[in-house]
């Protein structure tokens, strides 16, 4: 779920991709990197850490050019403490290229057997990123026939490209002396959204992984990029695009509805806030069916994703709605953080209790899903310590009980709660009066209402992985080669 953007400017790019990572944050903290290429030169800056911290000023000054891409980094494949795999990774053959990647490859073993034996080339880290880099970078060798390099030739080298990927991946790139490329795999798993800008008569344009990316930095949303198409702007702001993928289905992932995107944000046509509005309608459903509303008494939201859920449970059940909880903003989202002593430890950090706002009550606490039940335990034994009377519990997605594969880090099914477990022995676990999940129509209806989208990835609730190949021995070395 890593946070990416491109941008080709009239003006110096280095404080507009910065700016523009600043409101991708939310979707990686583990590290983040800056290429901007000045003619056929790239300047890089990357480190470990969070946008405001990894950027000094000498930093900024060094990079130069008018074109330029960023990245946020959450770890999903390889170390989190390696500096080696910050992105974006860089290969200097053909031309010079530099990528960045949102997604995680399935086929990451056949890939780096291909790469050495075959292609002979060599990376270095565990990162899919450099796999995926190094045979984009082999596909386009293949197709150079001359000295200049012409948009045809690059869209070849992605369908190419695309032919020899499995799993989900978003990708901007950088040519040395063409311009920018990006393109999206053939399921649209992860978003990539294109914007443009207009300014002293010519145009500008951004690629990025949300759409509050390019409307904080003044660029008009022009369109999703389509599964399995291929974007390549020149410098001079030229605009080509060109779809790359024999067969194309538009299957974008649910997580990103329910918790990864900003609210303000708009994917696919759908506005995420919209989203999960109508997920608190069909969760206050599920109340109604499963429990006696004279036992609630106030309903509170876990803050921030899931409010717009939690408002609208409290209002279609005619039920009090109040902020139970204080949110220190400083402290980063728990989810993405590594390790689950980290996770447990911050969510302490992150929220406190306001506890004459629990005092005496029945409370039913929304929150927009149950992962670990890390934050979730954790926030019930801060309500009862606040004086709660009563904790009930609503998820407005359902159970999640099998690994992702597609760029979310959960790669081991007996990290999850659910996971061979019924929804009376999951609410013991948490420690909850009462639990009460969204079914899995409810959560295809409220993100889908109203769009032309028929279909959603839902594989960590329902196990089926819209990909395919997606096998129980690739699950099975996930599982072993992060715990290794």
Not at 101 to 130: K, M, P, Q, Y
Not at 155 to 183: D, H, K, N, P
Request: include cysteine; hydrophobic fraction near 40%; charged fraction near 20%.
């Amino acid at each position: 779920m890593c946070g990416i953007v491109g941008i080709v400017s009239s003006d110096p790019v280095n404080q507009q991709i910065y700016d523009a990572l600043l409101q991708l944050q939310h979707r990686g903290q583990d590290a983040t990197g800056i290429v901007t290429m000045d003619g056929p030169t790239f300047h890089s800056s990357k480190t470990r850490g969070q946008v405001r911290e990894a950027f000094r000023t000498r930093d900024m000054r060094s990079l130069l050019g008018s074109v330029g891409l960023g990245h946020v980094r959450y770890t999903t494949r390889g170390d989190a403490a390696n500096e080696r795999e910050v992105q974006p990774f860089y290969v200097n053959a053909p031309y010079g290229i530099t990528l960045v990647h949102n997604g995680n490859l399935t086929n990451v073993r056949e890939l780096a057997d291909a790469l050495f034996h075959i292609d002979r080339r060599h990376v270095n880290s565990t990162s899919d990123t450099e796999l995926l880099l190094n045979v984009l970078a082999t596909e386009l060798q293949s197709q150079i026939s001359g000295i200049e390099l012409e948009p045809e030739q690059i869209f070849a080298a992605v369908r190419q490209t695309q032919q020899r990927l499995e799993g989900s991946y978003a990708v901007v790139s950088l040519i040395a002396g063409y311009g920018l490329l990006a393109f999206r795999d053939p399921y649209g798993i992860r978003p990539l959204i294109i914007g443009r800008r207009d300014t002293g008569g010519r145009t500008e344009w951004m690629i990025a992984s949300e759409s509050v990316a390019l409307e904080a930095s003044g660029f008009a949303v022009v369109r999703d990029v389509e599964p399995g198409e291929a974007i390549f702007i020149s410098q001079n702001g030229e605009f080509f695009a060109a779809q790359c993928a024999e067969q194309t289905r538009l299957v974008p992932c649910a997580l990103e509805y329910i918790y990864l995107s900003r609210p303000d944000s708009i994917m696919n046509g759908i506005s995420v806030y919209e989203a999960r509005q109508r997920m608190g309608d069909r969760l206050a459903t599920r109340v109604r069916e499963h429990m006696s509303l004279g036992d609630i008494d106030v309903v509170m939201c876990i803050p921030d994703s899931a409010r717009p859920s939690a408002m609208q449970v409290a209002r279609n059940l005619g039920i009090e709605y109040r902020e139970g909880f204080y949110k220190n903003v400083y402290v980063g989202r728990t989810f993405i953080m590594p390790g689950q002593a980290t996770r447990r430890r911050s969510v302490r950090q992150k929220l406190n209790p306001i506890s004459s706002e629990f005092k005496g009550k029945n409370v039913l606490l929304v929150e927009d899903s149950i992962i670990r039940g890390t934050t979730s335990s954790q926030v019930i034994e801060l309500a009862r310590a606040a004086g709660a009377n009563k904790v009930s519990f609503a998820s407005a997605a359902p159970p999640v009980r099998y690994p992702n594969v597609y760029g979310i880090n959960m790669p081991s099914p007996e990290e999850l709660i659910a996971h061979n477990r019924k929804i009376p022995e999951i609410s013991d676990q948490l420690g909850a009066d009462r639990l009460i999940y969204a079914e899995i129509d409810d959560l295809q209806s409220a993100i889908t209402e109203g769009s032309p989208i028929t279909e959603l990835d839902v594989s960590c609730f329902t196990g089926e992985y819209v990909t395919g190949k997606v096998s129980d021995d690739y699950l099975a070395w996930v599982r072993e080669s992060q715990l290794s």
